[in-house]
């Protein structure tokens, strides 16, 4: 193991020390009024900032509780939807429901597109809804398709077209500043060839 110095002079490998058991009764004391002006401590803020909470979004405590509630509500319907439905059912708007679909879909490809050539804040989002929506697809195009070579067509689909498609985009999700920087690299090299 290598050490290396900072120009403070303090070695990269350092540690920074815990606190002690005495750090959570210390306070600092206003000398006017005899008042603590912070929370007793090691590091306050540095207390505030944990590591769990980086990334930590602040909802409001009815924003889970409403969805803890949908979920648990959801048994209850998916049970008797499985026991009320037909396992056929033949509709009048087939066709507009899968063409908007896949609008919506191709619109998701294009919007998703752009926030990656273009660098947004957008990318993680919409990545997001394209994958979950080539999920959807891949899912629906499999249980509506007719036995034979239709079920077999629409696999084929899911697994080489749908699916890897929607791997890429949970790969933007999950590390889209890795995706950013190889598109930026890899245009860098284009515009220079």
Not at 46 to 52: V, Y
Not at 54 to 69: E, F, G, Q, S
Not at 135 to 145: E, L, N, P
Not at 158 to 167: G, K, T
């Amino acid at each position: 193991m290598s050490t290396r110095s900072a120009i403070s002079g303090v070695s990269a490998d350092t540690r920074p020390t815990t606190p002690t058991s005495a750090a959570a009764q210390a306070s600092s004391l206003s000398a006017l009024t005899g008042r603590s002006v912070t929370r007793p401590g090691y590091n306050v803020h540095m207390q505030e900032l944990r590591a769990d909470d980086a990334a930590r979004i602040p909802l409001p405590r009815w924003m889970t509780v409403l969805l803890a509630v949908v979920a648990v509500g959801l048994i209850p319907w998916i049970l008797y939807l499985t026991f009320t439905l037909p396992s056929r059912h033949v509709t009048l708007h087939y066709d507009v429901a899968w063409v908007g679909f896949d609008i919506a879909l191709t619109t998701s490809f294009a919007a998703t597109a752009r926030a990656a050539f273009r660098g947004s804040q957008w990318l993680v989002p919409l990545a997001a809804v394209t994958g979950t929506m080539l999920c959807c697809d891949a899912w629906f195009d499999v249980v509506t398709s007719q036995g034979g070579g239709e079920m077999w067509e629409a696999i084929a689909e899911a697994a080489l077209a749908e699916l890897p498609l929607a791997a890429v985009c949970a790969f933007i999700v999950y590390d889209a500043e890795t995706f950013l920087a190889a598109t930026a690299n890899r245009f860098r090299r284009t515009e220079t060839s």
